[in-house]
Each structure stands twice: as C-alpha cells, then as structure tokens.
C-alpha cells in the first residue's frame, strides 16, 4: 500500500530537509516541494523510521504525526532556545567532523554542541555562557545525552571575560543574543566585538564561524571585510523573526 507522507520544517530549510532525506532514503517517490513542507509518497516505510530525518520539525501520514524537532536528550530550555533541527543545519552547514573541535560561547542548554557530537561525531566541545542557569541545564542535558564528560569543556562566562587561548578551535558555532527577548542591542554591541576579538585568538586558521542572528547589520559591521570573509548562508522563520545564519572565514 503506498502511503503519502508531508515532513515539515522552517521556511529557509528547504534544501537541506531535501538533501537529507533523499540522503537517506533514495527510494522515495517526491511529490510536491512547497516552501515549509515536502510531500513524498513510498511503499515500505513506516512513519517511524523518519525519527532519523534531524532536519525537519514534523512528519505526518494523514493519521499519525511525529515531532521531529524533538530530542530525549533535551530536557531542560532556556529562553529563546534554539530548535533543534536548525542546529542540526547549523552543524551540517559548519561541516563539523570527527576532527573538529567547536566552541559555542553563547551555548543555553547547549543544544548546538551536544548535536554536534552526537550527530556529527565532533572530537570536543567548548561550551560557554554567562548564565549559571543555563550551564547547569547543559549540565543536565550533556548527562541526558550520555556524551563523556572527556569529549566537552562546560563553564559560566560572559563572553568577554573567556580565558581561552589556545589557537586549537576548528568551528565557532552560536545562536547569538538577538537583543529582543533576551538582553538589548547596546548589550549585542560589546558582545558581538569581544566575540570577534576571541574568533582572532582561538580559531586555528582555515578555523570557521556559523552564526545565528538577528543583528545583522551589527554582525557585518564587527566582522569588518578588511578582516573577514562574511556570507549570509541562508534566512529562517523562527517565531515570527527572521534570523540568518552567517558562515565567516579570517582573510589572509
């Protein structure tokens, strides 16, 4: 019996919700390709198996619906925390590895490092923020994940008074403050610089940023072009706002 599947995900996703699934279910039958959802049709899934697909927020079969934006391993959230499935983009637009080191200095509840050990095998993640709350639920959901305490660094800093020099990070990966719910633009200015200041001083050099943001003009102005290469990868629909995720590379 042949069955017509809908998964859903953010408006902005399209492509990589379209990569992964044909990635990893070559068979289907595509149907239609809308700007929030993809209709497919196959004979010998069950809706089950798409739990695999960390992309996308939802699947349906007309009967039943998954939420796959949904992790077990996230149990506790912060304020204007991240979706899962963006991160999951996030991480495979960052081409995170088995060989990367990243470092989220913005990290909540670490929602972005603990996907990229768990679904891209990253070798370590720094993980960093300002809030004591919001490190001890990375605390919390780092043990929900199983990942060993070896394979991640967790401390409360605000991001201009980070320590770290060791010039060993392959990836910065953050959903920056956007000013809006959380803290204010005159905050997101000095933040954003001393970001930038630690970028210089710990990314190895073919060493990456991939930014989350709202503040886009305040990112462009930081990451000045003399100094930069900034590239607006691609825009999203979260909550009404429409951030955009900025691949950054140091000029040399």
Partial sequence: MVTIYKILFHKGCKEYV???????????????????????????????????????????????????????????????????????????????????????????????????????????????????KAVEMSKQNFKFADIDVSRYLLFQSGICDVKLNKRNVDVIISNLPFGIRVGSHRENVCSYKCLESIAKRILRKKGRLLLLTQEKRLLRDVFKKEDWNVRSVFQVDSGGLLPEVFLLMKRY
Avoid at 67 to 94: E, T
Avoid at 116 to 128: P, Q, T
């Fill in 18 to 132: 379209l990569d992964e699934l044909k990635e990893k279910y070559p068979l289907i039958d595509i149907v239609k390709i809308a700007n929030e959802y993809i209709e497919f049709r196959s004979d010998s899934i069950s809706i089950e198996k798409f739990r695999n697909i960390y992309s996308a927020t939802l699947v349906t079969d007309g009967k039943r619906t998954l939420n796959l934006s949904r992790r077990k391993w996230r149990k506790k959230f912060v304020p204007a925390g991240l979706d899962p499935s963006i991160a999951y983009i996030m991480c495979k637009v960052a081409n995170i590895d088995d060989n990367c080191i990243v470092y989220d200095p913005f990290c909540g509840s670490s929602v972005l490092p603990i996907s990229a050990i768990l679904y891209f095998n990253a070798k370590r993640a720094i993980c960093s923020d300002i809030s004591g």
